[in-house]
């Protein structure tokens, strides 16, 4: 719906001019409905995952009381970074409206290729991945494994 790419656009444009954060904003819709709207709110939160899409998500699923947003479509002013595609895909939205791409985002400082390309195995990160306590930590997999009353998400 270009009403819901355009509240985005307006949510977006208020955090930027307001010091919140990029120039980054997301509505998430149900049936034609405004479930939740955000803008990036990183410079304000001191949250580097206080992106647009990760809030309205929060927000959906604090409204809805649930976290399986699959009857959600997503609309966000800018093609979903790493962690926002993540979070959508954790909330099994299935649809992302999106309005610029991610090389138009870079071009103005927002540059994630480098994640892009650690995903791809094209580029190592420069983060030091080390296993500690790996039994303590099997024996709380098994845990849950074995818990009767858990609940999958």
């Given amino acids: 719906m270009i009403r819901s790419i355009h509240i985005a656009i307006d949510e977006a444009r208020k955090g930027m001019q307001n ?8 509505v998430i819709m149900r049936d034609g409905d405004i479930i939740s709207t955000a803008h990036n709110e990183v410079l304000i939160s001191k949250d580097p995952t206080a992106h647009a899409e990760i809030l309205a998500i929060r927000r959906a699923s604090q409204q809805l009381g649930q976290f399986d947003l699959s009857d959600c479509d997503i609309y966000t002013t800018s093609q979903p970074c790493p962690m926002c595609f993540a979070a959508i895909c954790w909330a099994r939205i299935k649809r992302i409206h999106y309005g610029t791409t991610t090389k138009e985002v870079a071009d103005v400082g927002f540059d994630d290729s480098h994640i ?23 024996e709380l997999l098994n845990e849950w494994k074995n818990k009767s009353d858990k609940q999958m998400y």
């Fill in 19 to 26: 010091g919140h954060g990029g120039p980054f904003g997301a």
């Fill in 116 to 138: 892009y390309n650690v995903i791809k195995g094209e580029h190592t990160a420069e983060i030091e991945l080390m296993t500690i306590e790996r039994e303590a930590c099997l």
